[in-house]
Nanobody, 110 residues
């Protein structure tokens, strides 16, 4: 299993970023995929899940601002993040079960 995140960066409050996660080594189209994050000095926090049938779930902190999606043809899951806040600053991980990628840093600051 391999998960490779990309798309992180530095953005001002109110800005947007789109994270991508390219997956390989398992049957992506049949798998639930997750996004989680870890802020400096804090534990891992679940952000969002998309099931194989397209059903989406969000943490309260993400609901209304973040959108998870998937492209089964590309074995890729996305996280569109809008109206970003400084408290969204974290390393964002794509996860398949207990397996995570290396993460991508998101920094929200003025």
């Amino acid at each position: 299993v391999r998960l490779v995140e990309s798309g992180g960066g530095f953005v001002q409050p109110g800005g947007s970023l789109r994270l991508s996660c390219a997956a390989s080594g398992f049957t992506f189209s049949r798998s639930a995929m997750n996004w989680a994050r870890q802020a400096p000095g804090k534990g891992l926090e679940w952000v969002s899940t998309i099931l194989s049938d397209g059903t989406k779930h969000y943490a309260a902190s993400a609901k209304g601002r973040f959108t998870i999606s998937r492209d089964n043809a590309k074995n890729t899951v996305y996280l569109q993040m809008n109206r970003l806040k400084p408290e969204d600053t974290a390393i964002y991980y794509c996860a398949f079960g207990q397996i995570r990628g290396q993460g991508t840093q998101v920094t929200v600051s003025s």
